[in-house]
């Protein structure tokens, strides 16, 4: 196999280009977001961290039981009052305005989400925030034209939902929760994740800047116990959750028995998978985006490298000469490729379950990359000599770290592919395209790139096969979720 | 002297033969005057298992025909039971004390809902996939597929409700374990054998006759059955506690109806999208 130069890099420095974070404003506290007004909660408060640096920046409400009821009676309230009676077409009209306030402070809140998540700016700015802006801006046209959606002629909202989101991709998984429910009719409660609360209390000030009436969206922060209490609210009509496969289980074990509708967005293992006839630099750019795209931190991310055996070598070749030419560090600066992990308990699972890949036997390599001093950092890493019974094959890592198998045939790959209790998305890399179709048939995933990897839409559903969860976001499906029709 | 009955043994119907039940136990199922109707095979965990096993075997080659197929061999099953109508007739006076009109009814209705969803083998993907406009040039859509093994609570209705909660699961491609009405199991082995004349594969639906309070825990957590159908659960406790179980691999859960089922009222397309998947394509558009 060629070496691979040290430091590929070395051929092209960049200067430091940071993203000015003079665009934010945050503020050393934040209270709860409840029928339409910061309030302070009832429990203690914790402190959101820039993952980059450590430094702490805000102090945030943690709301407890009597917040969270508070919250669902404001909602209860907005629904039956206000937003569940309004005409679509009004509901409509602000859901148009929010979409144009996020693109408005598109900057604002690409700033901050980088500053509170440590995903690299490019990211946030050219991804994150402008497929929120999209998300409402699509769900938007739907408030009036619900009987159009093939759910009766007159479907009707659920109620009062209940949404507990992830840290991975904070206002975009807001934006996918908050803007169909809205658009069907319902109200929201809303919990951040506890690492990355801040653009959804932003979100909260863009709410009243559009003067949303109060109660239609709460915002509740806080951990585990103020997601329990949502999920265990007896006038919540709707829970959505995304997040891991185990809290994702105990909601619905916690729902169990009751009438509420749940919509799981779970785990992931994908395949991303790479035949012989594949257009190979193409298919290492898909390898890379695949994996590394927000620090691997992706539900349907293509954390299994399926390559077919005869082009093995030439792939991890490329493959490891275009790793070195990937910029970690500074969330902010525009050059940057992979920023800071989330959490330091979230680097902590990284580092073990790759410990653990090297204690099974895989080959661990990333390439030379000075990581900052403070902060949460981990290289861009890749493995070889995996097996399917090797933990780092079967366990979502949910960091930039990729698992390599090898396979000789279609149905070898497909065996392999679906060889998993998740079944999110995949991703298969072929010039031919009864080949494509046939792959795509077998997979037993949600979504399949073929020839891309981790697109994103507002009309296209996104969610999961088996364990991967239930329900669909994004599109038509996503829009049902959230209402009572006659199917 | 009058000659004597032949009188059936009715067994389980398991990847398309009919078994004893592994556990060599049987119930007596009484017609509606309390008389000996025959001794039904009382199914157990294993007998539940090794109908799993069938469904799954199964499940590849059912839901990789053709729509089209499949709605044939569906509306098979139908031509099949009409042709022995007079036998279900039988049966559901016997088993239900039913008067021979309310029975006609519940029979025809049974063949026609068989008839209904055998058409919608081939309309249910047009009904709810789409060709998605993303912004950017990819082709995308999203187009449902079968979830899996579905296992089946199937309500007390011996004939139209077993077949109103079975046909919408295989006509969308999908296998499944049924377990059957307890006080009215004959009509659904019976059903079996409709089904094992009718080109439908062994395997696609496998039928269970015993309790369901017995079995129903075993396949609701079974890591190897995607979804439940609890329509014939009437105890909200066992409800709940099934619905906890199907959370360990996440199965896909159609809970017990709020109030009872009208089963002579045409359905809405949900028993078919209880069972279905979205899958979302993407591809780049390029020269």
Redo the contacts between chains.
């Keep these: 196999m060629v070496k691979v130069p040290e430091k590929a890099t070395a051929f092209f420095e960049y200067a430091p280009a940071p993203e000015s974070r003079s665009i934010v404003d945050i503020k050393a506290s934040y209270g709860l977001f409840i029928d339409g007004e910061f309030v302070d909660g009832h429990g203690k408060s914790f402190k959101t961290i820039n993952p980059a640096t450590e430094e702490v920046l805000a102090e945030v409400a943690e709301a407890d039981e009597s917040d969270v009821d508070l919250a669902v009676k404001a909602a209860r309230r907005a629904y039956t009052r206000v937003w569940g009676r309004m005409p679509g077409s009004e509901r409509a009209k602000y859901l148009f305005r929010i979409a144009r306030i996020i693109q408005e402070r598109g900057r604002e809140l690409a700033v901050l989400e980088s500053i509170d998540n440590g995903k690299p700016i490019k990211e946030s700015r050219d991804v994150d925030i402008p497929v929120v802006a999209a998300h409402f801006f699509y769900y938007a046209g739907w408030a009036d034209k619900l009987e159009h959606a093939g759910l009766g002629t007159d479907p009707r909202p659920l109620g009062v939902a209940g949404q507990i989101i992830p840290w991975n991709f904070p206002l975009l998984m807001l934006a996918w929760k908050i803007a169909p429910a809205l658009a069907a009719g319902n109200t929201v409660v809303l919990k951040p994740a506890e690492t990355t609360p801040l653009t959804a209390l932003l979100f909260a000030e863009i709410c009243q800047q559009a003067d949303l009436p109060p109660g239609v969206v709460n915002i509740v922060t806080g951990a585990g116990s103020t997601g329990q209490a949502i999920v265990a609210h007896p006038d919540v009509d709707k829970v959505a959750f995304t997040g891991s496969t185990d809290v994702g289980k105990a909601i619905a074990r916690a729902t169990a028995g009751t009438r509420k509708k749940v919509t799981l967005e779970l785990g992931g293992k994908a395949a991303n998978i790479v035949f012989d006839d594949a257009p190979i630099d193409q298919a290492v750019e898909g390898i890379v985006n695949g994996i590394f795209f927000n620090q691997g931190h992706v539900c349907c991310a293509g954390s299994r490298l399926l390559v077919q055996e005869s082009i093995a070598d030439e792939v991890m070749e490329r493959l490891k000469r275009r790793m070195s030419t990937l910029r970690v560090g500074d969330p902010l600066d525009k050059n940057t490729d992979i920023g800071a992990i989330n959490s330091a308990e979230q680097l902590a699972k990284i580092r073990e379950l790759s410990d653990i890949g090297e204690s099974e036997g895989g080959e661990r390599w990333s390439p030379a990359c000075d990581l900052p001093k403070n902060g949460f950092w981990f290289p861009p890493t890749v493995f070889t000599g995996v097996t399917q019974a090797h933990r780092i094959a079967r366990e979502e890592i949910f960091g930039p770290v990729l698992s390599t198998l090898t396979f000789r045939t279609p149905a070898e790959a497909v065996e392999k592919a679906n060889n998993t209790p998740f079944g999110l998305s995949a991703g298969v890399w072929t010039d031919k395209g009864s080949r494509i179709l046939w792959m795509a048939n077998q997979l037993r995933a949600g979504v399949v790139w073929a020839n891309t990897f981790n697109k994103f839409d507002p009309t296209s559903p996104f969610g999961g096969y088996k364990e991967s969860g239930y329900g669909r976001e994004g599109g038509l499906p996503g829009l049902a979720a959230y209402l009572k029709g006659i199917h | 002297m009058a000659r004597i009955d032949v009188k059936k043994t009715y067994k389980l119907y398991i990847g398309g033969e009919f078994p004893r039940s592994e556990s060599g136990r049987t119930y007596v199922v009484n017609d509606a005057q309390g008389n000996l109707l025959a001794n039904a095979a009382q199914a157990s965990r294993k007998d539940a298992r090794d109908a799993v096993v069938a469904a799954r075997k199964a499940f590849g080659g059912w839901s990789s025909r053709t729509a089209y197929n499949r709605g044939q061999v569906v509306y098979r099953i139908a031509e099949v039971l009409e042709g022995r109508r007079d036998q279900f007739v039988a049966e559901l006076r016997a088993s239900e004390g039913v008067t021979a009109a309310k029975a006609n009814t519940f029979v025809d209705a049974a063949i026609d809902r068989l008839v209904w969803y055998a058409g919608w083998a081939d309309k249910i993907t047009q ?2 996939s ?1 060709a ?5 040039p ?1 082709f ?1 859509i ?1 187009a449902p597929e079968p ?1 899996g093994v579905v296992a089946v609570v199937a309500p007390s209705g011996p004939l139209l409700g077993l077949v109103s909660v079975v046909a919408p699961a295989i006509v969308t491609g999908n296998t499944c374990v049924v377990i059957a009405s307890e006080a009215h199991p004959l009509t659904a082995i019976t059903l079996g054998e409709v089904m094992a004349t009718s080109d439908l594969p062994g395997g696609v639906v496998n039928l269970l006759t015993g309790s369901a309070a017995e079995i129903a825990p075993w396949l609701a957590s079974h890591m190897d059955v ?1 979804g439940i159908d609890l329509t014939g659960v009437t105890d ?1 406790d066992l ?3 099934l ?2 179980a ?5 199965k ?1 859960v159609r ?1 017990a109806p ?1 109030a009872p089922v009208d089963w002579l009222a045409t359905p ?3 028993r078919l ?1 209880d069972w279905l ?8 558009i390029g020269v």
Excluded at chain 2, 132 to 136: E, S
Excluded at chain 2, 246 to 250: C, G, H, P, R, S
């Design positions: 009904v709810v789409s998605n406009p993303v912004a950017g990819f995308n999203s979830t995607n909200p409800a709940t506690s619905e906890v199907a959370a360990d691999n996440l896909r809970r709020e809405g397309i949900d999208t998947e979205t899958k979302t394509v993407w591809h780049p």
